[in-house]
Structures are given as C-alpha cells and as structure tokens.
C-alpha cells in the first residue's frame, strides 16, 4: 500500500498494525497439503478494500495483480512485460511510443490504445478527485488538468491505432519507465464503466480486470474477498495459483492463531511476538521504502516558535540526540532499520556504480548519535535565540499504538539530553492528526512517507518548495535548485540526475529540514509451502504472477 501517512505509521497491506498479547515463541507449525495441491494461498489484510477502482485508490500495494499497465512490476523493482509487447521513447526523452500486445479482459473484451486514453482522462479529471492525480505530473498538460485549467482531453495520451499508444512529456522523466508500471497508469474499459453506471466498481462483479487475477466475492464493505486466476491473462501459462484467499485481521495474536491452524500461510508479527518468534524457522522479514521522520514547521503561527524551529543548530541538537539504534532495536524490536537521510534503503542504485542510494546520501554527525555534539549545538542555538528553554508540541496519531511508543521514547531522550527542552506530546487519531498537519497547525508532527516507485524523487519531492506535501513550508534554496535541476536541466542525463539528488539529500541532511527515526521494516512468519512471491519496497509491493504452493 502506497498511501502515503502523513501522520503517525503506515503498514502495508497485509500488515497488522497494534501490540499483541504474548504467545508462546516457536510453537510448531505445520503445512496445510490441501492448499499446495489446489494451488490456495491464504493471507490477511488490515482493513477491508476501500475501493476497486483505479482512479480513486488510496493505495496500490495488491492491485497489481488484478490490475496491469504497459508493464508490471518485477524483482528488485524493475520494469518487467506488462500490456506492452514493446516501448520506446524518443532522443529528447519526451515521446514515449507504447506498442500493445494481444490482450483481453476479464470479459473477453480486447485490450486496446483507447483504454489507457480513456482511463488517464478520467482519472486526471478534477471531478474524479484521484488522490494520486500529481504522478501525471510531467505528462503534457497534466498539471493544467488537474488544477482545472485545461480539458482532460488535452492530456498528452493518444491512441495512433488500436495498439499504438503514445505518450507526450513536458519533460523528460527519468524514472517514466518503472512509474509506467503503477496500476494508476492501466487501462480502463468505457464500455462496462457506463454499462454499470453508478454501481460500477461498488462491488467485485461491477469491474473487469487486466492482471493474472480478478477479485472475487468482494461486496465494498466484507471482510473476506478472493483473487482467483484470470483465464483470459494474456500471460496465463505462468500463473500457478488458482486462489489466493483474503480475510481481515485486525489483531496480530488473531493472525497467529489463524497461521497456527494453516488458515494463514502468512501473518504480520507484532513488536513483542517478533521477540518470540524471531528464531523460528517459519520467521521471515519484508522492508518497506517507509521512512518515519520528525516534520518541522517553518511557518508555525507562533512568532516565538517559529524562530526556534528555523534554527538550524536546534534541529541538528534535536537529530543527534536521537539514538536510533536504541529505538529501532530496543524500543521497536520489530526489525526495523535505522536510515541513513531521507531516502530509504534498496529504494535506488547508482546507475554507474550500483551502490545503494542510501550510502551515498550519508553525512556524518547529522543523523547519527553523539549526545556531546548535540549539547554543544543545543547550547549554540539557545545562545543565538536569547532563550534558556524551549517547548515544542509533537503532533502523532494515536490510531497505532507504536506511534505512542515512539513519542513516548523521544520525549523522554530529547529532555534528557537538552537541557531546558519541553517537549509536549499532542495525540489525537490519525484523520484530525493529517488535518491539522495540512493545515499547518504544529510546531513538529511524526510523519512518514512510502515511495510509490523506485527512485530517490518520490521521498525527495517532499521538502521542495511547493509541492503540495511541504506542510512545514521547508524552504532551502541550495536544495530547491537541485531538485529543479533533477528535474528539468538533468532530467535526460542519468549520471548528472543522479548526482543532483544525491547532493540535494545531502544538503537536507546538513540542514536536517527533515530528521529522519527509522525505516519500516516488517516480520512475518511465512509457511515453507510458499514459493516464487516478488516482494519490493516500493510501488506494488507484492507480485503474485508467479508465486506457487509447493
């Protein structure tokens, strides 16, 4: 799931979020047989689906599986063979050519050029209300679109024949390629979207699906639905699976009890049972390009504040007070990792090198531990304010409860380390938490974000100015010209675009506009049987195309 959590912790899809009660650690387990040979998968799920219908999703993290653009997504993040038979795109890297192969609905309806048209418009259609409407971004008047200002019709998508579509860009786009592989970009059929009407993707049968599977005994609000094996996939020989089984479970001891009698091959562990069970042989982890991070507010509405929160000497003293490894390891204890900047870890690699972009953005004494150092900046930055104490809110959800963790810990450490600092804990659930914080009505808020493709851009957009998830209006110039030139001047240089950004996370983390606390890394316990599942840690996280019980 790619939604993004402005507020508090974001889980994938089938994670379980919460503290559950103790179990008793490396219970034997056993293998359901009758769920190899039918080719069942069984899995669960936080919530039930918000929504089947492309246009108005809140996240992406399973429906690429039922639904598919020109490509899906593969191992370690690549663009693999979707819709498309072939693609290619022009010198200046603005024209991009999609050739469609032979591919059907769920209905037996061909698949052509004139769906993807038809779906774009509608869904860069202001009145859709898409909440992923800014990835058009950088598509030919697309932002014109969105703002209301243009006809959806002039979006830079059109069909040359029925298998032909084209693409024009404003600019180029480095990362178009893996962003093409968002079900956002998939088709849609016109036809059964007005033969529904209103009913329309209200329920699992008022919809037609384009992936290896199709959604099954979905009615909008039930807490168990089915994928099972769509027979018109144009690529149908590799799907192995025949059904994969899906069943809300909102309490991580229910998950494990469920796994216990093989009615899950797969369930989240909680903080306490990934104590328990860490040594099991059934024990698996999942990382997750999920960063949580402290958000300042540069423009708070408190003159007094404001001014504290701009001081860049208080934000490093606040940054290196933090020690991570203490709170990922002790305080979390659910395998999750300490970041080295903004960018998560196997988000990217150096196209020239291949290194991690994570151990390139590292800037040492900004988001490491050093109690000494963080004092003598604190005491630095009192002495340019005038002031010998300060307090600042924390704004958090209180709808997960490692969130309370989480300020609880840095509450304590932070007035531990700086002296005269109050830090004052504001919990309220998590809509009012994303309100106010939209609002701009905080002085530092837990945030988070989950890269929704792989590539630095999609957490490194957060922090410029002007992009519509900048609550804390952070302003650098030095970071603004870079990301501008990420984006535009080195858009169709690879090596240059990437030493952009590279230097522009360096800058944020120098600046700490952002203070980034830990990298969501996620236990399960995953039973032998199961095969072939692509996991990657950002865009549609799981792939169950060629995934097998065995």
Avoid: C
């Amino acid at each position: 799931m790619n939604k993004k959590g402005i507020v508090g912790l974001v889980a994938a899809v089938v994670i379980v979020g919460g503290i559950g009660g103790f179990v008793v650690a490396n219970r034997k387990t056993n293998t359901n047989s009758q769920g190899v040979k039918d080719q069942v998968m069984n899995l669960s799920a936080t919530a039930p689906l918000d929504t089947i219908d492309i246009s108005k999703s809140s996240g992406y993290g399973q429906t690429g599986n039922v639904f598919e653009s020109f490509f899906r997504l593969g191992k370690n993040g690549k663009a693999t063979p979707g819709l498309a038979k072939s693609s290619s795109v022009s010198k200046d890297g603005k024209t991009w050519t999609f050739k469609l192969r032979d591919a059907k609905w769920s209905n037996g309806d061909p698949i052509t050029a004139k769906d993807f048209v038809y779906s774009w418009r509608r869904t860069i259609n202001p009145k859709t209300k898409s909440e992923y409407a800014y990835l058009f971004d950088g598509i030919k008047n697309a932002s014109a679109v969105n703002s209301g200002k243009k006809s959806p019709n002039s979006i830079g998508i059109s069909a040359k024949d029925k298998q032909t579509v084209v693409v024009q860009l404003d600019k180029p786009i480095a990362y178009f390629k893996v962003l093409m592989a968002y079900p956002l970009f998939g088709p849609q059929n016109e036809k059964v979207i007005k033969q529904y009407g209103k009913k329309y993707a209200t329920k699992s049968k008022y919809m037609v699906y384009s992936g290896p599977f199709k959604i099954t005994n979905w009615t909008g609000t039930g807490n168990k639905w089915s994928f099972v094996k769509n027979n018109q996939y144009w690529d149908k020989k590799v799907v192995k699976l025949n059904r994969i089984n899906y069943t809300v479970v909102q309490n991580p001891s229910t998950g494990i009890d469920l796994y216990q009698q093989n009615k899950l091959d797969l369930t989240p562990l909680s903080t306490e049972q990934v104590r328990n069970y860490k040594n099991n042989n059934e024990y698996r982890q999942y990382p997750y390009s999920y960063n949580t991070f402290l958000k300042y507010n540069f423009a708070d509405s408190n003159a007094a504040k404001r001014k504290i929160l701009n001081n860049r000497n208080i934000r490093l003293a606040i940054s290196l007070a933090i020690n991570r490894d203490q709170l990922t390891k002790k305080v979390l204890g659910d395998g999750s990792s300490t970041p080295t900047g903004l960018v998560p870890s196997n988000v990217a690699k150096d196209p020239k090198s291949g290194q991690d972009f994570s151990k390139q953005q590292v800037v040492k004494d900004t988001v490491d531990y050093n109690s000494k150092l963080a004092k003598k900046y604190w005491q630095k930055g009192l002495q340019e304010l005038g002031i010998k104490k300060v307090s600042l809110g924390l704004l958090a959800s209180n709808d997960d409860p490692e969130a309370s963790t989480v300020t609880q810990y840095l509450k304590a450490q932070l007035q531990k380390t700086l002296s005269g600092f109050t830090l004052e804990l504001r919990s309220i659930p998590g809509n009012a938490a994303n309100s106010l914080t939209q609002k701009g009505d905080f002085d530092i808020s837990l945030s988070g974000w989950g890269a929704d493709f792989n590539d630095p851009i999609s957490h490194l957009q957060i922090p410029a100015k002007g992009t519509p998830y900048n609550y804390g209006k952070y302003d650098n110039k030095e970071y603004n010209q870079l990301i501008e030139k990420a984006s535009n001047q080195d858009a169709n240089n690879h090596e240059k675009r990437w030493d952009d950004l590279v230097n522009a996370s360096k800058t944020l983390n120098r600046d700490q506009g952002i203070t980034p606390l830990y990298q969501q890394v996620t236990a399960y316990l995953q039973k032998p049987t199961i095969h072939g599942v692509i996991h990657n840690t950002a865009g549609t996280q799981w792939n169950y195309k060629y995934a097998y019980m065995k």
